[in-house]
Nanobody
């Protein structure tokens, strides 16, 4: 089985910074996409930042220039560095990964439990 364990959420003032981490463990043959999503109350879950095993990244327009996604493939871990945080960044942040198990042709989707980020003065 696979677990995604997130850490690093919390409360911060506008303009502050936080760093989220998500570590995958378990039966992993290959870890492909690792992404960060967020969901604010009353809103749909949205993609914040994504990364591929080869190093490509993508960002939501609302976070470009402020957030940076990175990963350590040796540790099966993805990070989200969040700077210049705004109140509208307040949400539950979820880690998502596409994981290929040994012998499988395609990957399966896995989600973390979510970590709360609150930006408020």
């Amino acid at each position: 089985q696979v677990q995604l364990v997130e850490s690093g959420g919390g409360s911060v003032q506008p303009g502050g910074s936080l760093r989220l981490s998500c570590a995958a463990s378990g039966s992993i043959f290959s870890l492909n996409a690792m992404d960060w999503y967020r969901q604010a109350p009353g809103k749909q879950r949205e993609l914040v930042a994504g990364s591929t095993r080869g190093g490509s990244t993508k960002y939501a327009d609302s976070v470009k220039g402020r957030f940076t996604v990175s990963r350590d493939n040796a540790k099966n871990t993805v990070y989200l560095e969040m700077n210049s945080l705004k109140p509208e960044d307040t949400a539950a942040y979820y880690c998502h990964a596409v994981i290929v198990h040994n012998g499988a042709l395609y990957g399966d989707d896995y989600w973390g439990q979510g970590t709360q980020v609150t930006v408020s003065s």
